[in-house]
């Protein structure tokens, strides 16, 4: 723990953790197939953390080496990630959760990176992804570049007999937690009170973070390539109180913090109208967003699961929604009028009201967004209505197909939301798909949360 810099009326300033796993395994390595689980504890300490700083760093690298070929051939070529989510798609679910006491979960995340495609493509101009998103995420935004530089680099190794230890030396990553938490609140948290924070990461299944395009005699031997994270680390910021300020603190026996959580939920869709009914149970709903993906891809190395598409048919075409209602208690809410949607708009119409869902998903203190007047982003040049869904469109570097639906419940902008309590929300989706198709429906809810704390634990209340 190092002092890097005082600030004024934050006692004693600004610290740096660097946090090693509470249950680190003896070969000090992370797999779906292993340890597949990963905690950080957080102290139970009279300091606030600062949710916003927490990043996960360590290296990420492949085994079974044997299958891919290092030289000119370059089988490497063949494997890619999502250019998006990089390191991120290996992580299937996030959950905060206090450490000590009733160990009370706070925020858990399942389909992580699927949340992740909700957000980010409006979150992170197209310039980060030549800086800080490729070198720290692994994210390139270009399939190819990925597996030419990421994917090589996380696979090369050196046999034993050529001096070497047989194992891929990995590659460096460091990623932020992207969560309501982090993103949406602006609240310090004091770790004393919540008894310390847990932070818990479950680990994907190897077909769900590749996709590959191997077509040889031997199609398996591609899918026998696993990934194993290894050094890793939580770093987080925290701002140490004066002497009496953590006395205060110390002696704050119940109190209530305000912040924002996700919430996930999932659905399919196969007929041409579907209504997706949601018991949500919340008091203040913020945003909702939702995207789709058909459900052949998922855990399936011959497709991106990840990647958010329009509604597919049987024959891999991309049909647009006609129309969509949001609703509560059956009834037309927050708009009040049914939404229809141009032949062959590219659903323009239904952009409009994703962005003003995604104004939510920041913090109050730094509320800059990428999608503005001046922006002029790939990611947004999302394609023909047709575009075939097949696995040589996925791999194009010119394919950046990633559409997103949503709209927001915060009218006054005030991170005020409305209420879902005991009444269900409906979304209500009519579309060209002619064929019982199955797509998976993958929503998300950001809603206001209270959490209480008092000598009998932590309770949240949403």
Known sequence: MTTVEQITGLGNGLQNLIIPPANNPSNNSYSFAGNNIIQFQLPNAPVLLDPASIRITGSLRFTNNEAMTQGSSGEYKKIFLDQYLGINSIFRSVEFSSTGGNRQSIEKIQNYGQLLQCILPALNQTS??????????????????????????????????????????????????????????????????????????????????????????????????????????????????????????????????????????????QASQTNAQFNLGIKELISVFFKFTPTSSVNNLSLNEYQSTRVISASNDTQQFTKVRFMRSGVEFPLMFPIDIVDKSL???????????????????????????????????????????????????????????????????????????????????????????????YAFVLAKTMIVFDENGVAVMN
């Open 347 to 441: 659903e323009c119409e239904l952009q409009k009201y994703y962005l003003q869902a995604l104004k939510n998903v920041h913090t109050k203190s730094n509320p800059k967004l990428s999608t503005n007047g001046f922006t002029n982003d790939v990611r947004f040049a999302i394609g023909a209505s047709d575009y075939k869904y097949t696995l040589a469109n996925q791999v194009k570097a010119f394919n950046k197909l990633n559409q997103v639906y949503g709209v927001g419940y915060d009218f006054f902008s005030s991170m005020t939301g409305a209420d879902f309590d005991g009444k269900p929300l409906t979304l209500n989706l009519e579309c060209d798909l002619a064929d019982a198709r199955t797509n998976a429906m």
């Open 128 to 269: 980060n992804y030549q800086n800080d998103l490729q070198i720290g995420n692994l994210s390139t935004q270009n399939t190819k570049y990925g597996s030419d530089f990421i994917v090589q680099n996380a696979g090369y190794f050196l046999a034993s007999g050529s001096g070497g230890s047989g194992k891929a030396n990995g590659i460096r990553f460091s990623t932020p937690l992207y969560t309501g938490l982090t993103m949406a609140s602006g609240q310090k948290l004091p770790l004393s009170n919540l008894n310390g924070i847990t932070v818990t990461l479950e680990l994907q299944a190897d077909n769900a973070v590749f996709f590959s395009t191997e077509t040889s005699a031997n199609p398996d031997k591609l899918a026998r390539i696993k990934y194993e994270l290894f050094d890793l680390k939580l770093e987080c910021s925290t701002y140490s109180p004066s002497a009496e300020e953590k006395v205060a603190l110390m002696n704050q026996k119940k109190g209530v913090l305000q912040c924002n959580t996700f919430t996930s939920l999932f659905s399919v869709l």
